[in-house]
């Protein structure tokens, strides 16, 4: 059981690149959520979806796009990188059923730079 | 903001010892739940405590919640060296789960 995977690592973009962040849960879980960590910040909310075809902003949005096609995944997308986007980035997915998310399990992280 | 807000931001203590770390947010929750990070990895979950819930128990964790002061709190009892790591609570309205800044706990040896 892999739990939730996320790829890359790893990625160093230049100012107005775009790129996409993917997330895959096999868990069946409803709920799947993005979060930047920055130092000494936390984690600030992103996205996050309840189910799939359904998407909401989270605290820090802008400059991100989600879509959620299947319960599996959950990419996010940068359209044009920015400096101020280089960050540690978790997904993370929880089994929802009662409208209130449980609890999450989290991805191993994506560690972004941009230049 | 609904965000939690952790006390203290960092916390050193001896082995065997406790150590407890508190959280006070804003506004009315679902849930309320705490979280463990070790350095460089993802967060793992450790506990979560509903609204109409006073105190939970798992292992050498309690948590205890006051809605009136819109607080919790975690200790942690007889603590070790593998504590070590950064812990965070997160607020649920909903869908909508936000973390504080954590506390970082070293224990030594």
């Known amino acids: 059981n892999a739990g939730v995977t996320q790829t890359p690592k790893f990625q160093v973009l230049k100012t107005g690149q775009s790129m996409t962040l993917q997330c895959a849960q096999d868990m069946n879980h409803e709920y799947m959520s993005w979060y930047r960590q920055d130092p000494g910040m936390g984690l600030r909310l992103i996205h996050y979806?309840?189910?799939?075809?359904?998407?909401d902003q989270g605290e820090v949005p802008n400059g991100y796009n989600v879509s959620r096609s299947t319960t599996e995944d959950f990419p996010l997308r940068l359209l044009s990188a920015a400096p101020s986007q280089t960050s540690v980035y978790f997904c993370?997915?929880?089994?929802?059923?009662?409208?209130?998310?449980?609890?999450?399990?989290f991805g191993e992280g994506s560690r972004l730079t941009v230049l | 903001s609904q965000q939690g807000e952790e006390d203290p931001q960092a916390l050193s203590i001896q082995e065997g010892e406790n150590a407890t770390m508190n959280c006070s947010y804003k506004t009315s929750i679902n849930n309320l739940q705490w979280y463990r990070q070790n350095s460089g990895r993802g967060l793992v979950h450790l506990i979560l405590i509903r609204s109409n819930e006073r105190e939970k128990h798992s292992g050498r964790l309690r948590v205890t919640l006051d809605t009136s002061k819109k607080s919790s709190s975690l200790l942690i009892t007889a603590s070790r060296a593998a504590d070590t790591a950064s812990y965070f609570c997160?607020?649920?309205?909903?869908?909508?789960?936000?973390f504080g800044a954590g506390t970082r706990l070293t224990v030594k040896p």
């Open positions: 993370a997915s929880s089994y929802s059923k009662t409208g209130a998310v449980g609890e999450l399990f």
């Open positions: 997160a607020t649920v309205v909903g869908g909508d789960m936000r």
């Open positions: 979806s309840v189910g799939a075809g359904i998407t």
